[in-house]
């Protein structure tokens, strides 16, 4: 079955580094990719998205870009914050099939000291 | 701006009690996921509805869990009887739709953190 694998945790960087969270995914048919977030506290919430192999998803300084031919999207910044400090999940939904579900990837914690 | 809304967002129980999870999906949205999230599991889709009608619980305990969708505005999962391991962070989410941001993405409410005594 459809499945994401990401890279374990947990992350620990010193601000401004560069933050590389690996993602790679196995699935039938055209998935679409997508990284959550979970700050502390708090319920998970997008981040960015690609829909088809080739695009590159951006928000708030993040970017990772659909490769089909290596089955992944990793996540990248180049230069993060104390405020990135939180649990960043990779997930794929699969455009085949008639559900909307989301499949998950187990989670990275990442923790950003000044 | 539309919220997932859960309650209760904390509730501490001890074991053989029921419990009830309440979401109130943004409105509009047509379908509603319920996970489950532990530090072993990671985080686990227990059920989804579509329109009100269950389309995949097969992530749920069935002898002891059940989701239900009583109208539009409200999803509930229940635990009866509870136990220890039970205990994890229960998220509720909604998305679906035709078009637009809803048909894609999912959105998630702040959870309710359930401990089992």
């Known amino acids: 079955g459809d499945s994401v694998t990401q890279m374990e945790g947990p992350v620990t960087l010193s601000e401004e580094a560069f933050l590389t969270i690996n993602c790679t995914y196995t699935?039938?048919?055209?998935?679409?990719l997508f990284w959550y977030v979970q700050y502390p506290g708090e319920g998970l919430q997008l981040l960015l998205k690609?829909?088809?192999?080739?695009d590159k998803g951006s928000n708030k300084g993040f970017e990772a870009t659909y490769r089909k031919e290596t089955t992944s999207f990793h996540l990248e910044k180049g230069s993060v914050q104390v405020s990135d400090s939180a649990v960043y999940f990779c997930?794929?939904?699969?455009?085949?099939?008639?559900?909307?579900?989301?499949?998950f990837g187990k989670g990275t914690t990442l923790s950003v000291s000044s | 701006d539309a919220r997932v809304t859960q309650t209760p967002r904390h509730k501490v129980t001890e074991m053989g009690q029921e419990v009830t999870m309440r979401c109130q999906p943004i409105?509009?949205?047509?379908?509603v996921f319920w996970y489950r999230q532990t530090m072993m599991q990671g985080l686990e889709l227990l059920a989804y509805?579509?329109?009100?009608?269950?389309?995949?619980d097969s992530g749920m305990p069935k002898d002891r869990f059940s989701a239900e969708m009583p109208d539009a505005t409200l999803a509930t999962l229940k635990i009866q009887p509870s136990e220890p391991r039970d205990s994890a962070v229960y998220f509720c989410?909604?998305?679906?739709?035709?078009?637009?941001?809803?048909?894609?993405?999912?959105?998630f409410g702040p959870g309710t953190r359930l401990t089992v005594l």
């Open positions: 509805f579509r329109n009100r009608a269950p389309l995949d």
């Open positions: 997930a794929l939904k699969n455009a085949n099939q008639a559900g909307t579900a989301l499949i």
């Open positions: 409105l509009g949205h047509n379908t």
């Open positions: 699935a039938t048919g055209y998935p679409s």
């Open positions: 989410a909604s998305g679906g739709g035709i078009s637009g941001r809803a048909y894609n993405e999912q959105f």
């Open positions: 690609a829909t088809k192999a080739d």
